[in-house]
C-alpha cells in the first residue's frame, strides 16, 4: 500500500467512527461521559451544552456516517424547537389573514405578528416598534431603503461609500440605484495589517458630497466589527445617513441601535434562530417618515381612488401585501429565545470558542485565516485557505468527515478578489457549538490535507 | 457496432430479451415506461462506448466513498497539463462551482480532450470523463446518455452542485463532439 495509505484510513475511520470513539458531539453520548466524571471532576457547563439539547437537529449522522458538525452559522442558524413550535403552531391554530378581518382567528394572527414586531423592536431598543418593518430578508430591506430614500434624495454626482467587504446585498441595490440617479459609489479598503476597514482612507473619502455611508456591522468574512461610533461621527459631520448591514452582528453580540446612531439597521431573520423568508428594516422614525412607499399593494395604503391613493404611515407603508406571518411570528419567537439566554452571554460565550478555534486553525500548518487577530475583536468565523488546496475540495471531504463548513466567495467576490484569491473555506461557530465541534473540525481538516498530500 | 448505436438496444431482440429478465428478476408489475427503459438499460450495464463502460465499472469496484475520492484524485494527476493561454472562455465549463476548461481536438477522425481546473476533485472529474471519451467518434460521443453518471456510485460523494458540474462538462463535450460532425 502506498505511504498514504495511513492518512485515508485516518481520515475514514474519523468519519465512520467519529462517535465511537466519544470524541463526538453527540449529545447524549457527552451527557452520559459528563456523568460518569462527574465524580471526579465538575467543570461548569458551557452554553453550548446548556442549549444543545433545543437543537435536535444537530444529533444526526451524515451521508457518509459520521456525526454532523455543524459549522455553517454565518451562511444560517439552525432553529431551536419553540421557534419551529411558534411556526407550525400558527398554522395549526390560528392562521389567519393579518389587519384584515374582524373575526376571532384574524385578530389573534394580528396580535401575534404585532406582538413579534415589539418583539424585535425591544431586541434591537428600538424606540418605537413602528421603527420595525418586516421584509422578506436584510436584501430585501437594503433594497427598500435603496428604492425609496435613494432615489428619492439622491442625485447625480451624490456619493455614497462603502467598503470593499459588503456582501452583494450591500453593494448591488447600490449599483442599481447609481445606474438610475447617476450617484458614485467609493469603496474603502482594507488596512493592510489586520485586514479591518480602513477608517483612515474612509476619513478621506468623505466631503459634502458624501449621502450616505454604509458598511457590514460585522464581516461574514473576515469577521471583524465596523468602527461605527466613528463612521457615524464621520457622517454626521456631512450630513450622511448610514446604513449598516447588521446580519452578523445581531445573531451574536447585543445590538442597541439607539446608542449605534445609525439611521438603518437590516437584519436576518434565518441568521439569528429565526425561519428563512423574513428579515427586517430598522430605520429611525423620523427617516422613515420621509421616505416614499417602494412596493404597491393591500396593507401599505390609507385610502385607495381611482386615480390616486394615499398611503400608511411606516412602518405599514412599506409592507405590501399579506406578510410572511409565520415567519414574522416565529422570528419574534426566535427574539425571545436569545433574550433568554442573553446577548451578552451569547457574545461572551462566542469569544471565548471563536478564539479557540482561531486558536486551533492557526496551528494548523498551510493555513491562512482572513481578518484581524482575536485580541483586535472578531466574530466567531475564521474564513481561510490552505496552500496547495482549493477551497471546494477541502470543504468536499470535510463533509465525508460530517463537517458542515461553507466554500467559495460567500457572497463576497469583491472581497475575494482585493484578497487576492478566488475563494475561501468558512467554519462559522454559533452559542450551540461546543470545543468538540472545533476538535472535530481541526482533527478533519489535518487528515484532509494529508490525504491531499499524497497528490501534491 | 455503430449500426448498433443507431438502434436502440432495447428494439433489438437480444434488447428484449434482457428485459424480460430484468422485469420478472425485479417482478416488476408495471408496463414498462421510458423512465424504467433507462432504468433497465443502468441494470444490465450496457454502456458504450466500450472506453465508458470501462470506466463506470472500475469506478462500481471500487466501495469506499473515500477509496473513489482517492481514485478521481489519481485521475486528475494523469491529465496533460494544459497552457495557461489556452484556457479561454469558450473551453470553460458553465455553472460548475470551480473553474474548468475542457478543450476538444479531432485526429484521425477521433475527438480528444485535454482539461485543466484550479479544484483537483473537478479536475479529476473531468479526467473521469476525458478518459470514458476520448478517442471516439463523434457520433459515439454525441449519443452518450447522461444515465452512466448515476451508475458512477459517486453520488454519495458529490454534491448535487458537483453532479451538476459533472452534467455541464459532459452537455459541452458533446457539444463540442457534435462540432466536429
Known amino acids: 500500500m502506498p505511504a498514504g495509505t495511513s492518512s485515508l484510513s485516518a481520515l475514514a475511520s474519523h468519519a465512520r467512527g467519529h462517535h465511537r470513539r466519544g470524541r463526538c458531539n453527540n449529545w447524549r453520548g457527552r451527557s452520559a461521559r459528563v456523568e460518569a466524571s462527574a465524580s471526579t471532576e465538575r467543570r461548569p457547563t458551557t452554553l453550548g451544552e446548556e442549549t444543545r439539547k433545543d437543537f435536535p437537529i444537530l444529533d444526526q449522522k451524515t451521508e457518509s456516517g459520521a456525526q454532523l458538525v455543524y459549522l455553517d452559522n454565518a451562511a444560517t442558524s439552525q432553529k431551536p424547537n419553540e421557534v419551529v413550535d411558534a411556526h407550525m403552531f400558527y398554522y395549526k391554530d390560528y392562521n389567519s389573514n393579518v389587519h384584515r378581518g374582524v373575526h376571532y382567528l384574524s385578530s389573534k394572527a394580528t396580535d401575534a405578528y404585532e406582538l413579534s414586531r415589539r418583539k424585535i423592536a425591544r431586541f434591537v431598543n428600538a424606540k418605537t416598534d413602528r421603527e420595525i418593518v418586516f421584509t422578506r430578508n436584510a436584501s430585501e430591506a437594503i433594497n427598500l431603503v435603496a428604492n425609496t430614500w435613494g432615489t428619492k434624495y439622491l442625485e447625480a454626482g451624490d456619493e455614497i461609500i462603502l467598503s470593499v467587504l459588503e456582501h452583494h446585498s450591500n453593494i448591488v441595490p447600490w449599483q442599481l440605484l447609481a445606474e438610475r440617479t447617476g450617484c458614485v459609489l467609493k469603496f474603502v479598503k482594507l488596512t493592510k495589517d489586520t485586514q479591518e476597514l480602513d477608517i483612515a482612507e474612509l476619513r478621506s473619502l468623505v466631503n459634502e458630497k458624501t449621502k450616505l455611508i454604509t458598511t457590514a456591522h460585522v464581516s461574514n468574512v473576515t469577521g471583524g466589527e465596523a468602527p461605527v461610533a466613528e463612521i457615524v461621527e464621520l457622517a454626521r459631520g456631512v450630513g450622511a445617513k448610514v446604513l449598516l448591514d447588521a446580519c452578523q452582528s445581531l445573531p451574536h453580540m447585543p445590538v442597541d441601535v439607539q446608542s449605534l446612531g445609525a439611521d438603518w439597521i437590516v437584519g436576518s431573520g434565518h441568521k439569528m434562530c429565526g425561519p428563512t423568508g423574513i428579515g427586517f428594516l430598522w430605520g429611525r422614525l423620523d427617516v422613515l417618515e420621509t421616505m416614499p412607499p417602494w412596493m404597491g399593494g393591500g396593507e401599505m395604503i390609507q385610502d385607495v381612488f381611482l386615480e390616486r391613493s394615499t398611503y400608511a404611515e411606516p412602518p405599514g407603508r412599506f409592507e405590501a401585501g399579506t406578510p410572511a406571518i409565520a415567519e414574522a411570528i416565529a422570528l419574534g419567537a426566535a427574539c425571545d429565545y436569545l433574550s433568554r439566554i442573553g446577548m451578552d452571554r451569547i457574545h461572551e460565550y462566542e469569544v471565548e470558542i471563536g478564539r479557540y478555534l482561531y486558536e486551533k486553525l492557526s496551528q494548523v500548518p498551510k493555513v491562512t485565516i482572513y481578518g484581524p487577530p482575536p485580541s483586535r475583536g472578531r466574530a466567531s468565523l475564521c474564513a481561510f485557505n490552505v496552500e496547495g488546496i482549493h477551497a471546494n475540495d477541502l470543504c468536499t471531504l470535510l463533509d465525508q468527515a460530517g463537517i458542515a463548513c461553507r466554500s467559495g466567495h460567500h457572497c463576497t467576490q469583491p472581497l475575494h478578489r482585493y484578497l487576492d484569491v478566488p475563494g475561501s473555506a468558512r467554519a462559522s461557530l454559533y452559542f450551540y457549538n461546543v470545543r468538540e465541534d472545533v476538535d472535530a473540525f481541526i482533527d478533519a481538516l489535518r487528515s484532509t490535507i494529508e490525504f491531499f498530500s499524497e497528490f501534491e | ?181
Open chain 2, 1 to 181: 457496432m455503430s449500426a448498433r448505436l443507431r438502434t436502440p438496444w432495447f428494439r433489438t431482440d437480444a434488447g428484449v430479451a434482457r428485459r424480460r429478465d430484468v422485469q420478472e428478476r425485479s417482478r416488476w408489475r408495471t408496463r414498462l415506461t421510458p423512465r424504467s427503459i433507462i432504468l433497465v438499460r443502468a441494470e444490465t450495464g450496457e454502456i458504450s462506448p466500450k472506453s465508458l463502460a470501462s470506466v463506470v465499472s472500475s469506478f462500481q469496484a471500487v466501495p469506499d466513498p473515500m477509496q473513489r475520492y482517492r481514485q478521481l484524485l489519481f485521475m486528475a494527476k494523469t491529465l496533460t497539463p494544459v497552457q495557461a493561454e489556452r484556457l479561454c472562455d469558450m473551453y470553460k465549463v458553465p455553472g460548475c462551482v470551480s473553474q474548468v476548461w475542457i478543450i476538444p481536438s479531432l485526429k484521425d477522425g477521433l475527438v480528444y480532450y485535454d482539461a485543466e481546473s484550479d479544484a483537483l476533485l473537478t479536475k479529476g472529474l473531468a479526467a473521469l470523463l476525458i478518459k470514458a471519451l476520448s478517442g471516439n467518434s463523434p457520433e459515439e460521443i454525441s449519443s452518450v446518455t447522461p444515465n452512466f453518471i448515476a451508475d458512477l456510485g459517486l453520488k454519495s460523494a458529490l454534491t448535487p452542485s458537483r453532479t451538476n458540474g459533472l452534467l455541464n462538462m459532459l452537455s459541452l463535450m458533446q457539444n463540442q463532439a457534435r462540432s466536429f460532425l
